[in-house]
C-alpha cells in the first residue's frame, strides 16, 4: 500500500496511527503542502482528485479523506477494530471524531490561515485569536463528550480500554492546537488521554517528528511558520 | 424519534433528506441558530453536548452529528442504504461526503461568517469572496470525484442508480451556495444530479422551505441575512 502524508497534516496523523495500530506497513511518500505538492497534477490525477492529503493507493485503489481511509482500512484488518460494530458505542465515536474533524480541524488548517494572512490580510494577533476561538469552543465540546463517555465506558482512551477513531482524531487535533500555542491546560479530560496515548508504541510511531518528511520548526520569532498544516 | 433542525442548517437537511429517504417520522424541534438556541443549557445538557444542530433523540439516545446520525439510522432502518456495504462504493461514498462535510461545508457555516463579519470586520465583498472562494475550490474537487464516479457507476446519483450518503451532503451543500449567490453554472455534473434531485419526493420534503420551522428571507437589500446557517 502506498501512503501520501505530511508530517504536520494532522488529517495525516490520523491515518497514521491507524495504520500503526493495525501494524500496516506502506510505501511512504511525502507530499509537502506548505510548496504545494496536493496541487501537482500527477498527484490530482493519478493518486487523488480531491487535491489533499492523506490519501493511499491500495492494490491500484486510489483514496482520499482520512476518515475514508480508516473506514477503509477497518473493512479489510479489523484488528483493531477503530469504529466499533455495537450501534451505540459506534454512535458515540462517529459522534466525537465527527465533532473534531467537520466542526474543529477545518476552520482552522493551512489553506484557512493563509487565507486569512494573504487575502484578507489579518494580524499576526488577529490570526492567533481566531485559531485559539475554534480550539476554545471545539474543545469545550470536546471535553462534555468526555465526560458524557466517561461515565458510559471508562477510561484511559477516549471509550474505553481500547483506542478507537475517536482517539486517532483528538492526538493529532491537541497536538496541533499546542505546537499553535493555545493553552490546552482547562482542557483536563483531553489531557489525560494525550498522556496515555504519549506511552503506547502505534501512537508515538505516527508523531510528526518521526515520519521521513519531517524537518525541524523554523526559529520561534517567525510567525508565519506557526501557521498548521 | 425526536428530531432537532433549523430549517436552513445544510446539515440539519442532509438528515432531512435522509429520514425522508427512508420513510421515518418524526417529532419536529426547531431550534434557531440564528438566536442562539443551540447553545440553551437545556438543549446541550439533555440534547446535544456539542451545542450544535442537527440532533435525535432515539428512544432515550440522544445523538448529535449528521453523519454519525445518518450511520445511526441506517443501522436501525437499513432500507434504503445510504451507507453502501460493498467495500470500493462505501469507500467512494465517504471519501465524497467528506469531502463536502469536512473540507467545503464547515469553513462558510454561521458561525464562521460571522466571526468574520463581527470580529475581523471583514467588507460585505470580502466575505462574499471568501464565501465563493471555498466553494469554487470545493466544488471543483466535487466535479472531480463525480466524473470519476460517472465512470464506474453512472447516474443520475452521485453513485449509480440510487440515492446515498454522497447525494444527502451534495444537495444541501449546493442549495447553500446557490442560495449565497455563487455562480453554480460551472459545476456541472452537480447542477445534473441536483436537477434530478429535484423530481425525487424525499428530497422536495428536505427542503428548507418545507420545514415547519421555516421563516422567508429578509429583503434582498441587507447583506448581513445572507449569512448561512
Given at each position: ?39 501537482d ?36 484488518h ?38 486569512l ?26 471535553e ?66 518521526k ?19
Open positions: 500500500m502506498d501512503f501520501y502524508s505530511f508530517f504536520n497534516s494532522s488529517t495525516s496523523w490520523r491515518v497514521r496511527i491507524a495504520l500503526a495500530l493495525k501494524g500496516l506497513d506502506t510505501d511512504f511518500h511525502g507530499v509537502n503542502i506548505r510548496t504545494g505538492q496536493h496541487h497534477a500527477d498527484y490530482v490525477r493519478e493518486v487523488n482528485p480531491s487535491a489533499t492529503v492523506p490519501a493511499i493507493v491500495d492494490n491500484g485503489f486510489h483514496l482520499g479523506q482520512s476518515l475514508a481511509i480508516i473506514d477503509w482500512l477497518d473493512g479489510k479489523p484488528e483493531p477494530r477503530l469504529i466499533p460494530k455495537e450501534p451505540a458505542l459506534r454512535a458515540r465515536v462517529l459522534e466525537f471524531s465527527y465533532l473534531i474533524a467537520c466542526d474543529i480541524h477545518p476552520v482552522n488548517n493551512l489553506r484557512i490561515l493563509k487565507y494572512q494573504d487575502e484578507i490580510k489579518v494580524s499576526p494577533k488577529q490570526k492567533d485569536e481566531w485559531y485559539a476561538h475554534w480550539i476554545g469552543e471545539g474543545m469545550a465540546a470536546v462534555r463528550l468526555l465526560a458524557q463517555a466517561a461515565e458510559t465506558y471508562g477510561g484511559p482512551w477516549c471509550f474505553g480500554t481500547q483506542p478507537t477513531l475517536a482517539d486517532c482524531c483528538l492526538i493529532p487535533q491537541f497536538g496541533n492546537a499546542q505546537r499553535m500555542g493555545c493553552d490546552m491546560t482547562p482542557h483536563q479530560r483531553t489531557r489525560a488521554v494525550v498522556e496515555h496515548a504519549a506511552g503506547h508504541p502505534a501512537f508515538v510511531k505516527a508523531e510528526p517528528k515520519q521521513p518528511d519531517y524537518t525541524p520548526p523554523p526559529p520561534a520569532s517567525s510567525n508565519k511558520d506557526k501557521i498548521k498544516a
